[in-house]
Structure formats: C-alpha cells, structure tokens
C-alpha cells in the first residue's frame, strides 16, 4: 500500500506565507493497493491537486468520506476525474439520514433504490457551485446502505469505528499483505461530551497500526477555549499510539493558525517525548506531498 498526502489542514483552506511547506488545503489522503481501486479518504481542496494526478490514469476511485463538514467535502466539484465520460467513481459518505440527503437521494430512496446521491454531490445544485450533479459526466454513485460489506465484496479489508466528533464522524483502518493503515480525523479523544467510542476502544481498533493517522489539531494552549471541537490534542494522538503500539504516527488535521514554524516544534516535541518511550514510536507531521510506503 502506498499513501499520498494531498490536503493536511483542518476546518479552512489556509494558504499564505507561513503554510507553504506543510500546505494549506483541507484533508484528503489517497491509498494505493496494487489491483485494486483507489481509495481516497475525504474531500478537502487537496482532492483537487489528485485529480490532476489521476485524470491520466484509467482506475475506478472510491471515495471513503469521514463526515460531511465543509473541510472534508469542498474540494469535490474540482476533482477533474469527475468530468471524464465513463470514469466509475463510488462514493461511500457511509452514514447520513435522511435529512442532509438531497432531494434527488430522497426521490431514490423513495423508489427502493439503495444507489443514492450524496452530499458530496447534493452541493453541486447550481447554488452553491455553478455545475449541477446531473451533468457531471463521469459514472457516479454513491452506495450510503451496508456500503462496508460493498467495499469487502470488492476485495478490500476495510473496517470502520465511530468517532468523536460533533455530528459524528468516522475512521477507517485498510488491512493489506499483513500491513494496517488506519485513518482516523475529526476525533476527539477525551471530549467533553459523552463519546461515542472510548479511548480503549480506539487502542484496540488501531492496534499495532502500521500507519496511523491521527487528529492532532490542538495544543494545551488551545484549551479549555476548544474543548468540545471534536478534535484532539497533540499529546493525546501520541498517547494513544504509544498504547496502541502503532508503528508510525501521522499527526494531521492541523489547525488553520498553525505557521509552519510551529508544526517544526510541534514535530521536534512529539518526537522527542515519543523517543522517551518503550517501545519508540516513529512520529511525523503531515504535510502535503508526503507519501508512505506501507
Ligand atoms: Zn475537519
Ligand atoms: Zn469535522
């Protein structure tokens, strides 16, 4: 499996003098698994730099969406494989009801049809961006009911686990070849809120991880101002892959605010205070262009 870093930032695209080597778009991180359709996970701005690096090639792409807050959906209708006649492109936004649906999902629901449009698509309707969803020329569906066991069907280990998160959230883990890769943004591991998934739960689901990707868009300093954001503090992703016992840490989903100098620091620390420990835990800080073979 290979993984390829596109968009890093959290909550806005932040473009400017002091993000131009971590970068500014907003999440997407694509999967490559040799024989198998490309995986993308989420559809921030960085979607659309890997459109460019797709519109050349000819795989099927499904597109594995955590959630559906601005930052994960706004690079979509600028994705170009959208525009190529006869591209297949899945889409799995895996669990919105009925109410942030389009009306054109709700008509197809109605009919007993379990291919629905989705978000992703419901914000292409001539308001909101100038394209509508019906001429998109690419085939496009989007698979919302036991879109888990399509993704097995098609022979990918896939499984999910329910974030913390205001208005719910998902991450993923892809087993391949005896390697793990696990996706895990928008997730607050000690919230203030009731959680949906303990921290327990997140050891055992990212346990031994070969890659680990991990919300780390807060430091101590941030609280108690943004506590209750769904997103987690530097030191807690590194604690949960200490107890995990994950063999990379991605820290990821930085904060729009964060200048380059400071995610420099924020790497120099994790790393530092990770090395403290038994057994060691690599740690990286996402930026866009990194690519991990796994
Ligand atoms: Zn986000
Ligand atoms: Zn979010």
């Not at 198998?36 to 969406?65: M, Q």
């Not at 085939?139 to 098609?154: D, N, P, Q």
Request: glycine letters at 8%; a negative charge.
């Amino acid at each position: 499996m290979t993984a390829k870093f596109w968009g890093v930032r959290g909550s806005i695209p932040s473009p400017g003098v002091t993000t131009t080597r971590y970068g500014g778009n907003t999440p997407c991180v694509s999967l490559h698994l040799p024989g198998e359709p490309i995986l993308v996970f989420d559809a921030g701005t960085g979607i659309r730099d890997l459109g460019k690096a797709l519109a050349a090639s000819k795989e099927e792409i499904f597109i594995v969406l955590t959630h559906a807050h601005w930052d994960h959906i706004q690079g979509f209708p600028f994705f170009a494989p959208l525009y190529q006649p006869n591209r297949e492109i899945a889409m799995f936004p895996t669990f919105f009801g009925a109410t942030t649906v389009c009306g054109m999902c709700q008509r197809l629901k109605a009919a007993g049809d379990k291919t629905m449009v989705c978000p992703l698509l419901a914000q292409m309707d001539g308001i909101h961006f100038p394209v509508r969803s019906e001429h998109i020329q690419s085939r496009t569906r989007c698979i919302t009911e036991e879109e888990m066991s399509y993704l097995h069907s098609r022979g990918l280990n896939i499984s999910k686990i329910a974030a913390n998160h205001p208005g719910g959230s998902f991450g993923y883990k892809v087993e391949a070849d005896g390697k793990s890769f696990v996706y895990l943004t928008d997730n607050e591991l000690e919230p203030p809120y009731q959680k949906t998934t303990d921290f327990d739960g997140f050891v055992k689901f990212c346990w031994q991880a070969d890659v680990l990707i991990h919300d780390a868009q807060y430091l101590e300093q941030d609280m108690p101002l943004k506590h209750g954001w769904g997103h987690s503090l530097v030191t807690q992703a590194c604690d949960l892959a200490l107890k995990a016992e994950v063999k990379h840490l991605i820290l990821y989903h930085h904060d729009p605010d964060r200048a380059d100098y400071e995610l420099d620091w924020i790497q120099e620390d994790a790393r530092r205070k990770l090395g403290e420990q038994k057994p060691h835990v690599p740690c990286t800080v996402a930026f866009e262009g990194l690519s991990i073979a796994i």
